[in-house]
């Protein structure tokens, strides 16, 4: 598996608090993503990141800001999270081909987030 | 906009039945496609990529241009192929846009 870790992996909170998830890579890879995962929805994309403190919005980015001050970590933050926003979040990176990279994603494992 | 459509939400075959999980994509340009799958307590990962023209545990996709497709097939379906497929395309920049996916029960 690629090197990437989320956290927290669960968390349960309550509407109007702020949360903040993390991504991590050991891979130095240029681009990263977070997505968030709903039955009927699929994935879809929230925020992405061309590189540090480079990012820009996604399909459904409404209610969720993102942060990059370092290559290894993309903080996605709930500034005050309703229950629409319960969902499972996956960060990707990636390496674009016109590197050495292969251009696919990796993902990490998941965060599940539930708003009450 | 949609740009990338799976109409099926799921699917079910037997073992041993040929299946095809279809695609369809919006892009003007020339697009890059994948299919990811999802199995049971792991992690999304790449099956496969059309500019590979690979076969990847016996599933082949071909891109076709003039239907804006990109179906996932094989022929003879395994029981371990049960799991979550999506379909992806590349926009620009490297941003990548997934469609809901098909969940694959093949059943025994």
């Known amino acids: 598996d690629a090197g990437i870790t989320q956290s927290p992996r669960h968390k349960v909170t309550e509407t109007g608090t702020p949360v903040t998830l993390r991504c991590h890579q050991t891979e130095n890879h240029r681009y990263m993503y977070w997505y968030r995962q709903d039955p009927g929805h699929g994935l879809r994309l929230i925020h992405y990141?061309?590189?540090?403190?480079?990012?820009d919005k996604g399909e459904v980015s409404d209610g969720y800001s993102v942060s990059r001050s370092k290559t290894e970590d993309f903080l996605l933050t709930l500034e005050s999270a309703t229950s629409s926003q319960t969902s499972v979040y996956f960060c990707?990176?990636?390496?674009?081909?016109?590197?050495?990279?292969?251009?696919?994603?990796?993902f990490g494992e998941g965060s599940r987030l539930t708003v009450l | 906009a949609q740009r990338v459509t799976q109409p099926e939400k799921l699917l079910s075959v037997f073992k041993g039945a040929p299946v095809e999980l279809k695609c369809n994509y919006s892009y003007s340009g020339s697009p890059e496609l994948f299919w990811y799958v999802q199995y049971s307590r792991q992690r999304l990962q790449l099956l496969l990529r059309h500019i590979s023209r690979e076969s990847i545990k016996g599933f082949t996709a071909d891109l076709n241009k003039g239907e804006t497709s990109f179906h996932l097939k094989k022929p003879f379906a395994q029981e371990e192929d049960s799991a979550m497929y999506y379909c992806?395309?590349?926009?620009?920049?490297?941003?990548?846009?997934f469609g809901s996916g098909t969940k694959l029960n093949v059943k025994p």
């Open positions: 992806a395309i590349k926009y620009n920049f490297n941003k990548f846009y």
């Open positions: 990141s061309y590189g540090v403190k480079d990012t």
């Open positions: 990707a990176i990636s390496e674009s081909t016109s590197t050495s990279g292969t251009g696919e994603l990796f």
